[in-house]
Each structure stands twice: as structure tokens, then as C-alpha cells.
């Protein structure tokens, strides 16, 4: 099992910052991916930002720019510094991990709980 735990939510003012945490309870860099996603009410889960094994990044449209993921090997923790926030940022964002068995060739996902982030206009 794989725990992630979220940190670094609240609310905050369009254009101001905010930086997420996510900590691992298993070494990360073993893990293919890590990522974070958000769900805003009424709408479905979608993916924010990732980060390979390889550390190639890949952004949703709507955040690049603004948005930068990153890692931190030793403390086992994924960051997400969010900046000049929008109100459509607002949402529940969640870390994902995902992990390859290359026995099975499957890949297994675990999440955190999430944190909210909500801007206000």
C-alpha cells in the first residue's frame, strides 16, 4: 500500500499563489508517474499536471504557464506550485501515483485524500 497525503490548499485571491504537497509513504522515485488532478462540483476529474520517472512533464492546456510540478526524491513529496490562480482553479485537487509491475505489465494507481483550493474573483 501507498499512502499519499495532501497538503497546501485554502483559499486564496485571483492572480495569488498557492503551493501544493503531496508525501509519499513509499520512495517515489521508484514510482512511473506522479500527478496531481482536480474535480470541481458537477464535473469530472481531470488531470492538472504529471511527472515521469524520467521527469518529462506533461500540462492540461488551461494551466501551463501557471502551474509547475515538481519533486523532491528525499522527502518523498510531489509539489504543485500554482500561480496567478483563477476562480475556474477552484476544485478539490488530489495526488495520484502510479506504479508499473513489469511482472503483470499493469500499472496500479493509488490517491490521496485531496485538498481544496478555492479563488475567489
Known amino acids: 500500500q501507498v499512502q499519499l497525503v495532501e ?3 485554502g483559499l486564496v ?3 495569488g499563489s498557492l503551493r501544493l504537497s503531496c508525501a509519499a509513504s513509499r520512495s517515489i522515485i521508484s514510482a ?3 500527478g496531481w488532478y482536480r474535480q470541481a462540483p458537477g464535473k469530472q476529474r481531470e488531470l492538472v499536471a504529471a511527472i515521469t520517472s524520467g521527469d518529462n512533464t506533461n500540462y492540461a492546456d488551461s494551466v501551463k504557464g501557471r502551474f509547475t ?3 523532491d526524491n528525499v522527502k518523498n513529496t510531489v509539489y504543485l506550485q500554482m500561480n496567478s490562480l483563477k476562480p ?3 476544485a478539490v485537487y488530489y495526488c495520484n501515483a502510479k506504479y508499473y509491475n513489469s511482472y503483470n505489465a499493469r500499472s496500479y494507481d493509488y490517491w490521496g485524500q485531496g485538498t481544496q483550493v478555492t479563488v475567489s474573483s
Do not use: K, L, V, W
Request: a negative charge; zero cysteines; glycine letters at 20%.
Open 13 to 15: 485571491q485571483a492572480g
Open 88 to 90: 475556474e482553479d477552484t
Open 7 to 9: 497538503s497546501g490548499g
Open 69 to 71: 510540478i515538481s519533486r
Open 32 to 34: 512511473n508517474a506522479m
